[in-house]
């Protein structure tokens, strides 16, 4: 039972490997380290458009395959990394890249998330100003002298 832990230790780190390997193949890894690590480096900043949460350097999607496929054959052909970036947004659109600029047509990408937070806080300001407002939804109405004696008789017998 002495290799228990070495196995677990293994699994640890080929996992951890695994995981900073992206979904990058073998069949399009560039020959020139110099432009694989810059492909690698674009790939990273472009979102995959099946997957919208990704890059295209971790996606498995088919189309990010195309896409890192692309940015290589744009490499090779001697495309600095700004025109490879902008042979995809003319594609694509701003939506390709994972940190688009702040433009007129992105400013809801920008600040779409602030105006939800705003509203959410606006809508729960007036409903507790509203539930001030009206008393009689939090708490009880007094009870009437009747209820009071009843009450009080309740107790008694239950003690």
């Given at each position: ?10 699994i640890v780190l080929s996992t951890l490997a695994s995981l900073n390997a992206g979904a990058v193949l ?57 025109q490879v970036k902008a042979y995809l947004v003319e594609r694509y659109g701003n939506f390709v890249l ?32 509203k539930s001030k407002t009206h008393p009689a939804i939090i708490s009880q109405p007094p009870l009437s ?15």
């Open positions: 039972m002495k290799s228990s832990p070495l196995i677990a230790l293994i073998p069949d399009e890894v560039l020959a020139n380290p110099v432009l694989e690590a810059r492909a690698r480096a674009i790939s990273k900043e472009l979102r995959c458009v099946v997957c919208q949460n990704q890059s295209i350097d971790d996606s498995s999607a088919p189309l990010a395959r195309d896409m890192r496929i692309l940015v290589r054959e744009r490499l090779v052909a001697g495309d600095t990394d700004g994972l940190r688009p600029p702040v433009q007129a047509d992105t400013l809801v990408l920008w600040l779409g998330p602030a105006l939800f937070l705003l509203t959410a806080f606006g809508e729960f300001a007036i409903y507790l100003r002298d009747e209820e009071e004696a009843l009450l009080e008789r309740i107790k008694r017998d239950a003690a």
